[in-house]
């Protein structure tokens, strides 16, 4: 790396890391060393900046609380925050541009997770080629763009435009789950933008910038000089330029000693420094052990494994490792001028001169791209089936397609069972007596834990764990329930459907005071717990149990 090495935001591909499907990794890497402009490349780009653009939105954009999950029915509270904070667009803030730009991905990312596909580049929307997103083939849509959707969002202002895309590929997804139950979109992941990826992030450069460094602060300042030497005024720039002259002649001495306590908090005040007077802010890049070389989030990134500080609200910003300014000092080159790097913040109700949004922002967008049509036109009758149709909620654990479809199977495949395990469904009549029957015939079956375990697809043992699993249904009112989408490891051995105990309904009669003052004292019950039942697991385990272990005892956890 060079010693002089310094970053401009707007050249920079932040945040890329391997994706969990290594087939779609090498997709979407593959446009790395693709021709400048080309729209493979164009593409790299823009799913090389996604990650940060969704910390951006996370940490600095959305409120406290805000729910960052991709979520259908996030959607409108989203389009109701891009109306307020758009409200006052000039023309000339870097914010609403950036903003704008989230919601688009933000958007984009929420559409894959419910109708699959794949990000894409399309040279042909809007005047010089956009992001798209191409919806699982076997749904036959369009892809959708979503900073044109945005786009119209703000146009209509109806509040109902990021609720409606996403509305229209839910209801062609439930279109095709009607003629093909088994099937499930299924999407390419894009590397480090779900939920843990962007929270753990976000948070992971506090440790930067909170009261446990200012108490640091206080230490080092007394050991290098008095505490009124460094209170952020620029004369502290010259002291420190002093200190680091004092001590070092060559950069070689200085690396050598760059990660003892004293120098990381001398590395730390100037980088704050430019957080107090540039508006700059702490980030913080973790380093992916699969990520493949040359990629952000790998070992060997420049931004990757070290704190540094950021102007990533600003188009024109600047970005530096606070070791590498003081690195810089070392060699000779003035703290001032390498401070000054970073713009200075804009005066309250001024903007520096620069072209207006979009140009500014995107290279390739056009400002009529907020002119051109985003979704198919809807009249107000099909518009309101539609929203009636769909109330955006997540599909429920006990109320879902895939739940349904298995239910179905194998109510349908029952008498079959019940004629191959003896006495035909009259013997097999869901009472807590057959429980016994239904024990005696799995002991009799396998022989070891191992044996049961690698039947788990055995047609005999679906089918009694989907017994085992009715009879709580019908004699405790137990509720079915499984994960609504597939898993991404087809052998999770949790992926399968349980039952869970019916949620006790509210006491009518407690006092809403009584709610807010009640606190949970140690070693009470959790009044919020609710059991599951693994029927599955309950077979296998009766494999590991004496013979005084019982299937039917699973019903006492229901009084």
Not at 319 to 341: N, Q, S, T, Y
Not at 477 to 488: D, F, M, S, T, V
Not at 503 to 532: K, L, N, R, S
Request: net charge negative; charged share 30%; with cysteine.
């Amino acid at each position: 790396m060079d010693d002089h090495t310094t970053h401009d935001v707007r050249t920079t591909d932040h945040d890329y890391a391997a994706a969990h499907d290594h087939a779609a990794d090498h997709d979407y890497l593959a446009g790395r060393h693709a021709p400048e402009g080309s729209p493979a490349h164009r593409l790299h780009l823009w799913i090389a900046r996604l990650h940060d653009v969704m910390t951006l939105f996370y940490e600095q954009f959305m409120h406290e609380g805000w729910e960052h999950e991709y979520t259908a029915g996030s959607l409108p509270e989203l389009e109701e925050a891009l109306l307020d904070f758009c409200s006052h667009d000039d023309g000339k803030d870097d914010g609403n541009a950036l903003y704008v730009e989230a919601v688009a991905a933000y958007l984009g990312e929420t559409l894959l997770e419910e109708a699959g596909g794949r990000w894409d580049w399309d040279a042909t929307a809007g005047t010089d080629g956009l992001p798209v997103v191409r919806p699982d083939p076997a749904l036959a849509l369009p892809p959708v763009v979503p900073l044109l959707v945005v786009g119209q969002a703000l146009r209509e202002k109806s509040g109902q435009v990021l609720a409606t895309a996403v509305r229209l590929l839910r209801a062609a997804v439930r279109d095709r789950q009607r003629e093909h139950p088994e099937w499930w979109p299924r999407r390419v992941r894009t590397p480090w933008v779900h939920t843990g990826a962007i929270i753990s992030s976000c948070r992971a450069a506090e440790r930067w910038r909170n009261r446990r460094m200012v108490d640091y602060l206080h230490w080092w300042a007394e050991e290098a000089g008095g505490r009124e030497h460094w209170l952020f005024a620029p004369a502290s720039l010259d002291a420190l330029q002093a200190l680091l002259r004092k001590h070092f002649r060559t950069v070689e001495d200085y690396d050598r000693v760059a990660d003892e306590r004293f120098w990381i908090m001398a590395a730390w005040y100037v980088g704050h420094y430019v957080v107090e007077k540039k508006d700059a802010l702490w980030q913080y890049r973790e380093v992916d052990p699969d990520a493949p070389p040359g990629t952000p989030h790998a070992a060997d990134g420049h931004w990757t494994g070290s704190a540094f500080v950021s102007q990533r609200l600003r188009h024109d910003g600047h970005a530096a490792h606070p070791w590498a300014m003081l690195r810089e000092a070392v060699a000779g080159k003035d703290l001032h001028e390498i401070v000054d790097r970073f713009p200075d913040p804009r005066p309250h109700g001024e903007y520096a001169e620069a072209p207006p949004w979009p140009e500014a922002l995107w290279p390739q967008a056009r400002p009529e791209h907020l002119a051109t049509p985003a979704l198919p036109p809807l009249t107000e009758a099909e518009l309101a089936a539609l929203t009636a149709a769909d109330d955006l909620a997540g599909p429920d654990w006990c109320d879902n397609h895939r739940l349904h479809t298995w239910l179905a199977e194998r109510r349908a495949a029952f008498p079959a069972w019940a004629d191959a395990a003896g006495g035909g469904i009259a013997t097999w009549d869901f009472s807590p007596a057959s429980l016994d029957r239904l024990e005696d015939l799995v002991r009799g079956r396998f022989a070891t834990y191992e044996e049961i375990a690698a039947a788990r697809n055995d047609p005999f043992l679906v089918g009694a764990a989907w017994y085992f699993g009715e009879v709580q249904v019908r004699e405790c009112g137990a509720l079915w329930r499984c994960r609504p989408q597939p898993p991404e490891d087809p052998d999770d051995l949790h992926d399968v459907p349980m039952v869970q105990a019916p949620e006790p309904a509210p006491d009518e009669d407690q006092d809403e005071d009584e709610d807010e003052d009640w606190e949970d004292d140690e070693g009470d019950e959790d009044e919020d717990y609710v059991h599951i039942c693994d029927p599955t697991g309950e077979l296998r385990a009766l494999l590991l149990r004496g013979p005084e272990n019982h299937l039917r005892a699973a019903l006492e956890h229901y009084n």
